[in-house]
């Protein structure tokens, strides 16, 4: 491991940590590909993130919103 790399490694961990936390809050084409690789083969994809087609991010997007939204709704019907 480089010099660099170890001098700066909690400050690169936290970044990472921050742009995965923007990638959830605002439902990117990064972390909708993630989603969609993981949940069609438990981690070990045929599939290349290149592969995934435009329309199946766009309909697993809506899918994340509709379920947040759903969720959203009965924490509040439960107060």
């Known amino acids: 491991m480089s010099k660099y ?24 084409d990064d972390y909708v590909k993630k989603l969609i690789l ?9 599939l290349k993130r290149k592969q995934i087609p435009q329309s199946l991010i766009d309909l697993k997007r809506e899918e994340i919103k509709l379920k947040r939204e759903i969720k959203k709704r009965k924490n509040d019907k439960s107060i």
């Open 5 to 28: 790399i170890k001098e700066n490694y909690y400050e690169h961990k936290e970044n990472r940590r921050k742009w995965r936390a923007k990638g959830r809050e605002e439902i990117n």
């Open 38 to 46: 993981r949940e069609g083969s438990n981690g070990a994809s045929l």
